[in-house]
């Protein structure tokens, strides 16, 4: 490991087996008599983080007092694991023993670290004003550009995103080892590399932080960009999770799962301030609770988790401190499935849906969080040999959250919500007769808007402001783009890029990227990106190409109001606007006739410097040419006989 990397390089290094031991603080002190009760209460407490049939070794240390020997108000307990261990940290720390003592709990790995603390108080000196790199420089662009980050081979560049071009704004060869990634809100580059992670931002595109985390393969970050998770592999199907304090570059949390567990592992409400996860059985392969964790402290909420036995998946609403999850059917079916929202903290249950001949379920939020739709596979009866597809849409901001249910007989290709609208697209059907079909709220009751019938795709991707859409036949449809208007219920265009994989669009809704990675095919590798209406504006094939990530933006500080009026008064700049992009235009033309004649006048530079060379050795080649005396040449005549045809004819008639 790099050593610069190492937050722990000048730490002693710590004996084996510490790692599985804590330390509890502020235990009842109680003369030797009520140790064995003691002892007893807190393996009551802490048992339930060890595994089944273990027996937890807790040791009570004696002292000598005043008043003869007593415990010494401290114990060790060691676990099986350090996951174990941490949490069971994570529980202790902070819990009421009773109403005289809260326990206070240490990991034994940390305790070195905490006996070198200083006793005495110490003013931090002062240090010399730094100014910091000013992370949102590039929405100040005064032509409202985006920006992308590419990776050919070894090469990562970060170009301005035009009209009709890129303009690169600053490669590095080796900048990262696997790939690069966007914060949420774009102020952060992450690289990767064997020694960790590194975040990159800024004008300069200084490394503003550095997480040493070895064979990192996986990372996530908060929606507020507060903090930074990574994921390696230890091997024997179990990998370490770590949590990291992006401002304070620190390690906050750690925790282990499994390898096969889905990514993310954690998911995080929308301000940050809790994380959940799927709680697994020891030794079996379904979830048993959901455990909530809030933040800054990193502490189990409420000290338990949220029991739901056999839970299959939960999700968090982007804009409120909601979770929605559900559980098939139990008992052979003598239990329906449920399909239920909790709000956190309170735990309080704000809706449940019971549901039988339950196949599996996808949910489905609404970026604005209006709406939750659940994409249900039911089984048409007991046999189970035929399903259908039903949603199940569910008006958040209504009392008691009303269910609409929508019953679909063919096969359900793609759902896609649209991020700022009511509207719910459905890609149905096989192929070649697969259908998109518009849904949205018509006097308060879901209807089926518009039907679009034989559509290409297997993919549908929202324009971030909504009404547009693109319905993308990825993979083995050979890469058809269609570029639909919600509103008027129209197909702008169809495009082709020949077996493209990805399809994303800019964070202002005006651009469309369609790309082929050198990870799914060899050939034909690149990008194009198309404008909302399916307008081809840039093509770039290049070999070994990986990948390409629209840079995000923050959210809009501006309400919706100030917004309706924006939009209310575009007209009036409509003029200047139009102005601009027709200065832009022809300012793009003139930089393309100057590479024009900058590249002529280079040719002609580069044809006389040939001729003026080739006439020098010219001259010197005739200089070292010997003299020639005119008296003794020789005239050497060569006399050639060249038949006409009316001989050739006249002598063939003679043989024959």
């Known amino acids: 490991m790099n050593r610069e990397l190492d937050p722990h390089r000048d730490a002693p290094p710590q004996p084996p087996g510490l790692d599985n031991v804590i330390i509890v603080d502020n235990v009842p002190v109680v003369p030797p008599s009520k140790v064995e009760k003691l002892t007893n209460a807190l393996r009551k407490k802490f048992s339930p983080f060890a595994g089944p049939g273990e027996n937890l070794r807790i040791e009570l240390p004696l002292t000598d007092g005043a008043d003869g020997q007593t415990s010494a108000g401290y114990a060790f307990i060691e676990f099986r694991t350090k996951q174990q261990a941490v949490e069971a940290k994570l529980f202790g720390h902070g819990h009421a023993f009773d109403k005289k003592h809260k326990f206070e709990v240490t990991l034994m790995s940390d305790f070195d670290e905490i006996i070198n603390t200083e006793e005495e108080w110490r003013a931090p000196s002062e240090k010399e004003f730094e100014e910091k790199e000013l992370l949102n420089w590039w929405l100040s662009d005064k032509a409202c550009r985006d920006q992308f980050v590419t990776r050919v081979d070894a090469m990562t560049s970060v170009f301005w995103c035009r009209r009709n071009d890129a303009s690169l704004l600053v490669e590095r060869e080796g900048w990262s080892d696997r790939g690069v990634l966007w914060s949420p809100k774009g102020n952060y580059l992450a690289t990767f590399h064997p020694q960790g992670i590194k975040l990159h931002g800024g004008r300069k595109w200084s490394m503003l932080r550095r997480f040493a985390h070895p064979g990192v393969i996986e990372i996530d970050f908060s929606p507020s960009e507060t903090y930074l998770v990574t994921f390696s592999s230890t091997g024997d199907g179990v990998g370490t999770c770590l949590i990291w304090d992006i401002a304070e570059g620190k390690k906050v949390s750690e925790m282990q799962v499994r390898e096969k567990t889905a990514w993310p592992v954690i998911k995080w409400s929308h301000d940050d301030k809790y994380f959940a996860r799927l709680k697994e059985k020891k030794d079996e392969e379904h979830h048993q609770a959901i455990t909530v964790y809030s933040t800054p402290e990193f502490e189990v909420l409420d000290k338990k988790s949220i029991k739901i036995e056999n839970v299959q998946g939960f999700a968090w609403s982007p804009t409120d401190n909601i979770i929605s999850y559900w559980v098939p059917e139990q008992q052979q079916g003598n239990m329906p499935a449920k399909i239920m929202m909790m709000e956190i903290p309170s735990r309080q249950e704000l809706s449940t849906n019971n549901m039988v001949l339950l196949k599996s379920c996808e949910m489905v939020w609404q970026k604005s969080g209006d709406y939750m739709c659940v994409c249900a596979e039911r089984w048409v009866n007991k046999n189970k040999k035929q399903t259908y597809t039903q949603f199940l849409v569910f008006s958040m901001r209504e009392k008691m959250i009303p269910c609409e249910r929508v019953k679909v007989e063919d096969k359900v290709q793609n759902v896609a919500f649209e991020p700022v609208g009511s509207k719910l697209a459905v890609l149905v059907g096989e192929t070649p007769r697969i259908a998109l079909k518009i849904f949205g709220h018509v006097e308060g009751k879901l209807t089926e808007l518009h039907s679009f019938e034989k559509v290409t795709a297997n993919t549908l991707r929202w324009s971030p402001r909504g009404q547009f859409l693109v319905a993308a036949g990825l993979g083995s449809m050979q890469g058809v783009l269609e570029f639909f208007d919600t509103n ?60 390409l990530v629209w840079r995000p933006r923050p959210p809009t500080i501006l309400s919706k109001k100030q917004v309706s009026q924006l939009q209310k008064s575009i007209k009036k700049y409509h003029t200047e606007l139009e102005a601009e992009d027709k200065l832009a235009a022809s300012a793009a033309s003139e930089e393309v006739l100057k590479k024009r004649r900058d590249l002529t006048e280079a040719w002609e530079d580069f044809q006389e410097n040939v001729l003026y060379r080739q006439s020098k050795n010219r001259e010197a080649l005739e200089a070292l040419r010997p003299s020639e005396d005119e008296s003794e040449m020789i005239e050497i005549v060569e006399t050639v006989e060249v038949f006409s045809r009316e001989e050739v004819e006249l002598f063939e008639q003679k043989i024959t």
Request: net charge neutral; glycine share 6%; hydrophobic share 30%.
């Open 488 to 547: 008027s219920n129209t197909s702008f265009s169809v495009g082709e890029h020949f077996m493209a994989s990805t399809v994303q669009w800019d964070p202002t809704g005006r651009y469309v990227c369609s790309l082929v990675s050198c990870l799914n095919y060899s050939t034909d590798t690149g990008y194009y990106i198309w404008t909302f209406q399916g307008k081809l504006v840039q093509r770039e094939l290049q070999k070994n190409f990986y990948q």
